[in-house]
């Protein structure tokens, strides 16, 4: 079992930065593909960024290519979101997902692939 917490959510004026965080606990996250979602209020929940084992490969979603970065620290057992140039559009709840996974390269981009779910945290950002 994994419990994920997200932190680091606010408010911001677009233009901005946040960095996000996913800090797991009961199980380590060494062997866990790690994904970011978020679901703007009267929208499906979207695909944001994902990560691999190791971090080596890693893939983002086009509406934030370039502006956001996904990492992990599985010695911290943490995994992070680092945004920049934060938009309005980009005003959502967002979660952090895991779910195991046995090859390196391997990447999850839907949300029911993911087994494991945080509560989520809010990034408003404003005009």
């Known amino acids: 079992q994994v419990q994920l917490v997200e932190a680091g959510g606010g408010m911001v004026q677009a233009g901005d930065s946040l960095r996000l965080s996913c800090a797991a606990s009961?199980?380590?996250?060494?062997?866990?593909?790690m994904g970011w979602f978020r679901q703007a209020p009267g929208k499906e929940r979207e695909f944001v960024a994902a990560?691999?084992?190791?971090?080596?490969?890693?893939r983002y979603a086009d509406s934030v290519k370039g502006r956001f970065t996904i990492s992990r620290d599985d010695a911290k057992n943490t995994v992070y979101l680092q945004m920049s140039n934060l938009r309005p559009e980009d005003t959502a709840v967002y979660y952090c997902?895991?779910?195991?996974?046995?090859?390196?390269?391997?990447?999850?981009?839907?949300?029911?692939?993911?087994?494991?779910w945080g509560q989520g945290t809010q990034v408003t950002v404003s005009s």
């Open positions: 009961g199980r380590t996250l060494s062997r866990h593909v």
């Open positions: 997902a895991a779910q195991p996974a046995s090859f390196s390269s391997t990447l999850y981009y839907g949300r029911r692939q993911y087994s494991y």
């Open positions: 990560i691999s084992l190791g971090g080596d490969n890693t």
